[in-house]
């Protein structure tokens, strides 16, 4: 069982940054590959950022095509963290942001939300123009 946290949202202007934690609970974090979805009112869920896990220090990351370039997926095992930072932040990068976690081969991101096992609550990330 892995319980997973979200941290770091909030109300920003265009243009700005922000950084998303996720802590997450358990001796297996390691062994999860990480997902970073959002949902923007009336809008499915979407991948936004995933990281592989590894048994050496070489991860994998994937991105959504609307954030390559602006955000960045890092995971930090001693501290069973996945961050999420998001640069240049635009009115469309307004949703709840959720973190996840997923049973997957190694080096693989899985992008589809039926992939992962465990969700945390979300956190709110609202971009004003």
């Known amino acids: 069982q892995v319980q997973l946290v979200e941290s770091g949202g909030g109300l920003v202007q265009a243009g700005t940054s922000l950084r998303l934690s996720c802590a997450a609970s358990g001796r297996t974090f390691s062994t999860y590959a990480m997902g970073w979805f959002r949902q923007a009112p009336g809008k499915a869920r979407e991948f936004v950022a995933g990281i592989s896990w590894s048994s050496s220090n070489t991860y994998y990351a994937d991105y959504a095509d609307s954030v390559k370039g602006r955000f960045a997926i890092s995971r930090d095992n001693a501290e069973n963290t996945v961050y999420l930072q998001m640069n240049s932040l635009k009115p469309e990068d307004t949703a709840v942001y959720s973190c996840?976690?997923?049973?997957?081969?190694?080096?693989?991101?899985?992008?589809?939300?039926?992939?992962?096992?465990?969700w945390g609550q979300g956190t709110q990330v609202s971009v004003s123009s």
């Open positions: 996840a976690a997923a049973r997957a081969a190694i080096r693989f991101v899985p992008t589809a939300p039926s992939r992962y096992d465990y």
